[in-house]
């Protein structure tokens, strides 16, 4: 099965073939024309000789992504939607993890850089990203502060707007006693969660908020949010989790402190990981569109090395309301 093979069927030109597998169609050929190229190439089962094609362009077709941790579900999401644009694309993707598992991860491909066309990055530290920009390769940033970068692009979700969403819905059920359950992480995301925590409630004259810092994981949660609960004063209606691994642990600490969630303290948490519906109550939390963040990373990337202009973009959120909230007691 050739390229032209699959131009005989789909009743165009062989150049059509190569400009339209090759993503290198726009502006050249019409989207319909497009769409008929690919599916025919699917019916006859067609797939281009891409070693021979990486060598005509100087490529290995092999992008870098680089993740706080496979752990984490969210980032295990990030990657399957990296992977399945990639393989669209006749890409490899490489990924790496920090190996403390969290927090910003190091330059992990000095000695193969060469090996690599570009790099989708997410919280990577700083003299990782001079070493990937000191390599030439181009770098789209996930995740980061669009103004504290001069990556090609960033591809962020919203996370100002779900904080929002978050403060406003526990303000409507009548909270005002908060504690911001804060990781201990210190990177631009959970930065922006605590800063849009504190400007929805600067408005409220008796509103008040209290931090606790922890790590993300559910037994520290679990202890920083006891000591919120069982503090001097009065006891706070609201715990608002940076992510769902903590919500599970402040979920953990309320019952163990013998009190009830939503009853006594209403909790909730961020990303909508699995384990968002897998605690009971489920939790209410902000869904984060893990797989379209790494597919919007890579089609960035894809951009970038075909010399189109690249979009930094910030994605939509969206509040799910589930069990774990409700009115504070009277």
């Not at 990937?132 to 390769?137: I, N, V």
């Not at 992480?185 to 849009?196: E, G, I, L, M, N």
Request: some cysteine.
């Amino acid at each position: 099965m050739t390229s032209r093979d699959v131009a005989r069927a789909a009743g165009v030109s062989q150049a059509t073939v190569s400009l339209v597998l090759g993503d290198k169609w726009r502006g050249r050929v019409s989207e319909r024309t497009a769409g008929a190229v690919r599916e025919t190439a699917r019916e006859l089962g067609y797939r281009p000789n891409l070693a021979a094609r990486s060598l005509r362009l100087g490529r290995t077709r092999t992008a870098l992504l680089v993740v706080p941790a496979l752990t984490n579900e969210f980032f295990a999401r990030v990657h399957t939607g990296a992977s399945r644009v990639a393989a669209e694309h006749g890409f490899g993707v490489v990924i790496y993890p920090s190996p403390e598992g969290i927090g910003p991860a190091r330059d992990p491909f000095d000695s193969a850089r060469t090996a690599l066309d570009g790099v989708i990055a997410s919280s990577m530290a700083a003299e990782a990203l001079a070493a990937m920009r000191g390599g030439g390769l181009p770098l789209v940033m996930l995740d980061s502060d669009p103004a504290a970068t001069d990556a090609a692009a960033t591809v962020n979700v919203d996370i100002t707007d779900g904080m929002r969403r978050v403060t406003e819905h526990l303000l409507t059920l009548g909270h005002r006693r908060f504690v911001h359950l804060a990781s201990a992480v210190d990177s631009w995301t959970f930065r922006v969660r605590a800063t849009a925590l504190a400007e929805g409630l600067r408005g409220v004259p008796d509103a008040v908020v209290r931090t606790e810092a922890a790590a993300l994981e559910v037994n520290a949660a679990r202890q920083a949010a006891e000591r919120a609960l069982s503090g001097s004063g009065p006891r706070p209606t609201a715990l608002v989790c940076d992510d769902d691994i903590q919500a599970a642990g402040a979920c953990k600490a309320v019952r163990r402190l013998g009190l009830r969630v939503p009853e006594d303290v209403s909790v909730t948490g961020f990303d909508d990981l699995a384990l968002a519906t897998s605690v009971e109550p489920e939790l209410t939390t902000v869904r984060l569109p893990a797989e379209d963040v790494g597919a919007r990373g890579m089609a960035t990337l894809l951009a970038v090395l075909e010399g189109r202009p690249p979009e930094s973009v910030a994605l939509p959120v969206e509040l799910i309301v589930r069990g774990s909230t409700a009115p504070p007691p009277p």
